[in-house]
């Protein structure tokens, strides 16, 4: 089962990514009304430290990134730019010590938002670092520093097997951020993308894919009917580079 796969199987108890829930407590809803294909109490045993982290995901989408991580060769990396405090980051190094994970934020964004997403008032770093400090093994690193400068002055050779870019959602970032990852990308490695149910990470997100045509298969598509669902957030893409 590839990752794309994985997203496809996950199901959902009492609601869709298109219908809200009607019943049951919103702490359930990500944790016990969803149902991984694989492994399912596994992932829920393994990755129960996430329910500390304030986030802007789910537990679907962290129990697909701890798989797509852990499917990875060893010589390949996961790369998370946008961190926050950790929940994407974490949800891949957890249960992967022998994974290269690596981590980029310069904490720059004051999250604010309309929506009910329970934010927390208070500076992301110390607490991402605290709970880096508690999971990381020797081959997980953390780069302060804006995706541009990580990718100029860092990144160098090393293959990305796994890519999340979850930073600055604006179209000419979100394409940046994939161009920038683009010859790092490891063929058959695996982009995700969130924020798809916003105009700017989609169309950034099309216009990509047009401009690598057959480089890249879209393998995994799914908007939410609302921001902060409990199936894969505010929507999700996957894609996949060829060999
Ligand atoms: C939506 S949050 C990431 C959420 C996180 N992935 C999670 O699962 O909870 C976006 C993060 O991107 C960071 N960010 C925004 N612009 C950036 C940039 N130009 N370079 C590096 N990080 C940036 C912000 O500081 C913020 O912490």
């Known amino acids: 089962m590839n990752p794309a796969e994985f997203a496809r199987a996950i199901q959902f108890q009492g609601f869709s990514p298109v219908t809200l829930p009607s019943q049951g407590e919103p702490e359930h809803w990500e944790w016990q009304d969803t149902f991984l294909p694989e492994h399912d109490s596994g992932f829920k045993t393994l990755l129960a430290p996430l329910q500390a982290i304030p986030k802007l995901s789910t537990f679907a989408m962290a129990a697909l990134i701890n798989f797509a991580v852990r499917q990875m060769p060893s010589q390949q990396c996961f790369l998370n730019i946008g961190t926050w405090y950790g929940y994407s980051f974490l949800a891949g190094i957890i249960g992967n010590p022998t994974k290269i994970c690596i981590g980029v934020d310069n904490f720059s964004n004051d999250i604010v ?108 598509e799914q908007k939410t009917c609302c921001n902060g669902h409990p199936s894969f957030w505010n929507g999700l893409m996957l894609l996949q580079k060829q060999c």
């Open 113 to 220: 938002s309309t929506l009910n997403l329970r934010l927390p008032p208070s500076d992301p770093e110390p607490h991402f670092r605290a709970w880096f400090d508690q999971q990381r093994s020797p081959m997980h690193a953390f780069f302060k520093l804006e995706f541009r400068d990580y990718f100029e002055l860092f990144h160098q050779n090393m293959p990305i097997g796994v890519y999340f870019y979850d930073a600055d959602h604006a179209y000419a970032a979100q394409y940046e951020g994939l161009a920038l990852a683009h010859p790092c990308l490891a063929p058959g490695a695996w982009i995700l993308v969130d924020d798809i149910n916003e105009e700017g990470p989609y169309r950034a997100t099309l216009d990509f894919l047009q401009d690598h045509r057959n480089q890249y298969t879209l393998a995994f």
